[in-house]
């Protein structure tokens, strides 16, 4: 079955860039999709195919897929921007979502 | 305002049924795919089951056999009947609203979360 890989965590300090990642056999050939999860809190779409941000998402968020890495990055990171990020891609008629990273602003 | 609102989560002891509803309002879903998708508890999120507003199913291996995915698009709602609970099947169940088609689809709406607890 195709997996996803995400790190577990990513730190970051405030006003600084994050990247998170996500890893996949040829991912950069499938759309992916990034959810933001705050605790308590259902999932929130924060990048769909790849590079495209919902309105209501800061422009602060911007996404990139490219070989067998997508990556989500937030240019300048905020107290708010805490919380756990999943990537998620179709193969074979199947949604996988990555394990999940934990960003957190220090 | 597009809003998804799960019912039917609960306690339920091995070899079970549950049957979870997602109500819709906001949007019409007739045309959209929808999906359950579940997270145990301190886990991360794992695909359930997708419906295509045509009727296709698609379900994970770990549910194939026991969980059927449904809807009734004139109440746009959606459903989903799980047989034969186990405990692994623990998790807070998430009904998600998709978009766009095939590939390329992602889910812009969420609902709040209903908690399914299997256990004897």
């Known amino acids: 079955s195709y997996e996803l890989t995400q790190p577990p965590s990513v730190p970051v300090s405030p006003g600084q860039p994050a990247n998170i990642t996500c890893s996949g056999d040829k991912l950069g050939e499938k759309y992916v999709s990034w959810y933001q999860q705050k605790p308590g809190q259902s999932p929130v779409l924060v990048i769909y195919q790849d590079k495209k941000r919902p309105s209501g998402i800061p422009e602060r968020f911007s996404g990139s897929n490219s070989g067998n890495t997508a990556t989500l990055t937030l240019s300048g990171a905020q107290a708010m921007d805490e919380g756990d990020y999943y990537c998620?891609?179709?193969?074979?008629?199947?949604?996988?979502f990555g394990g999940g990273t934990k960003l957190t602003v220090l | 305002e597009v809003q998804l609102v799960e019912s039917g989560g609960g306690l339920a002891q091995p070899g079970e049924s549950l049957r979870l509803s997602c109500a819709v309002s906001?949007?019409?879903?007739?045309?959209?795919?929808m999906s359950w998708v579940r997270q145990a508890p301190g886990e991360g999120l794992n695909w359930v089951s997708t419906?295509?507003?045509?009727?296709?199913?698609l379900s994970a291996d770990s549910v194939k056999g026991r969980f059927t995915i449904s809807r009734d698009n004139s109440k746009n709602t959606l459903y989903l009947q799980m047989n034969f609970l186990r405990a692994e099947d623990t998790a807070t169940y998430y009904c998600a609203l998709g978009n766009s088609h095939g590939s390329s689809g992602y889910y812009d709406f969420w609902g709040q979360g209903t908690l399914v607890a299997v256990s004897s």
């Open positions: 906001g949007v019409t879903v007739s045309n959209k795919f």
């Open positions: 419906i295509y507003s045509g009727g296709t199913r």
């Open positions: 998620q891609a179709w193969d074979s008629n199947t949604v996988v």
